[in-house]
């Protein structure tokens, strides 16, 4: 069974820290997704990674695929208020989904 | 439409009562997707419509679960006999087919059985 645990659960920390989140899994996939969600929303699409050590940059967030194409991290330098959310990866065919990272930034 | 959009976006419903709850995707994607959110959770698969091919309906939790999409549009999610445990945002997703990478989300319902 495919599983993707996500890390941490959750994150609270000051405006202008960086951080980093996780999504594990010991599954290979083709590709994965990152989203973000805000309360009473859905998630909205962050990035696609594929390809196996794959960086992407989105202004201040940083995607990496692990080379193994298990694992994948979330970088944010120099968090803002407005990256509060709930993060969460998922897999191509999204069937299934992490259960996410609540990051919270302080002003 | 622009975006996906759902309806209602609130509903609440007794116990043993059917809902219904409606998706419309975007224009011309063929690919649809039922996830349910427990408060502060991932997303919890219930079921796809992939273009006019059978639907899988591997994520449904019981046969009380039950979609359609008509027309290769609008899909509505159907509850019947409602259970407390049902209570949920109920969230539906659409690409232009199942090999797209991400998804576009409607805001969802949320649905709370009293």
């Known amino acids: 069974t495919q599983l993707l645990e996500q890390s941490p659960q959750f994150l609270s920390i000051q405006e202008g820290e960086n951080l980093t989140v996780y999504c594990n899994s010991s599954s290979v996939f083709s590709s994965l997704q990152w989203y973000r969600q805000e309360p009473g929303e859905g998630p909205v699409l962050l990035v696609t990674?594929?390809?196996g050590g794959e960086v992407k940059k989105l202004k201040r967030l940083t995607f990496q695929f692990g080379d193994a194409r298990k694992d994948s991290s979330l970088h944010i330098t120099a968090a803002q208020p407005g990256d509060t959310g709930l993060y969460l990866c998922a897999p191509n065919y999204q069937l299934i989904w992490g259960a996410g990272t609540k990051l919270i930034i302080k002003p | 439409g622009a975006g996906v959009s759902q309806s209602p976006s609130n509903k609440v419903t007794e116990k043993g009562k059917d809902v219904e709850l409606r998706c419309d995707p975007i224009s011309g994607h063929t690919a649809l997707y039922w996830y349910r959110q427990s408060l502060g959770q991932g997303l919890e698969f219930l079921i796809y419509?992939?273009?006019?091919?059978?639907?899988?309906k591997s994520g449904l939790p019981s046969d009380r679960f039950s979609a359609e999409r008509t027309g290769g549009s609008v899909s509505t999610l159907t509850i019947q006999r409602t259970q407390q445990e049902d209570s949920a945002v109920y969230l539906c997703a659409s690409s232009r087919d199942l090999e797209s990478y991400g998804y576009t989300f409607g805001s969802g319902t949320r649905l709370t059985v009293v």
């Open positions: 419509f992939q273009g006019n091919s059978a639907p899988d």
């Open positions: 990674v594929v390809t």
